[in-house]
């Protein structure tokens, strides 16, 4: 069975960062694309950062700069240091692992809070 377990969030003010993990089980780790995305109430899932074994991160606009995706293949974790933190950033952080449209699995994701 397949567990993916984010920590880290937290409350922060502007300006602050945080360090998110999120550690899974169950899978070959290094086989899949790792994903950060967040979701704010109201508000639709978007797409943080993305980074597959061996490639290049890829992250949304309005994270660039600020924030850096990594993984560990040994700890079967991936991680996503957020910097610059602003109140807009504010939301549930989810992981997410996959190969395909068949085969991915998500967290349960982790509380952001953002105060300014």
């Known amino acids: 069975q397949v567990h993916l377990v984010e920590s880290g969030g937290g409350l922060v003010q502007s300006g602050g960062s945080l360090s998110l993990s999120c550690v899974a089980s169950?899978?070959?780790?290094?086989?899949?694309?790792t994903d950060w995305y967040r979701q704010a109430p109201g508000k639709q899932r978007e797409l943080v950062a993305s980074?597959?074994?061996?490639?290049?991160?890829n992250y949304a606009d309005f994270v660039k700069g600020r924030f850096t995706i990594s993984r560990d293949n040994a700890k079967n974790t991936v991680y996503l240091q957020m910097n610059s933190l602003k109140p807009e950033d504010t939301a549930v952080y989810l992981c997410?692992?996959?190969?395909?449209?068949?085969?991915?699995?998500w967290g349960q994701g982790t509380q952001v809070t953002v105060f300014s």
């Open positions: 997410t692992v996959w190969k395909n449209l068949d085969d991915d699995y």
């Open positions: 980074k597959s074994n061996g490639g290049s991160p």
């Open positions: 169950g899978i070959v780790f290094a086989n899949y694309v």
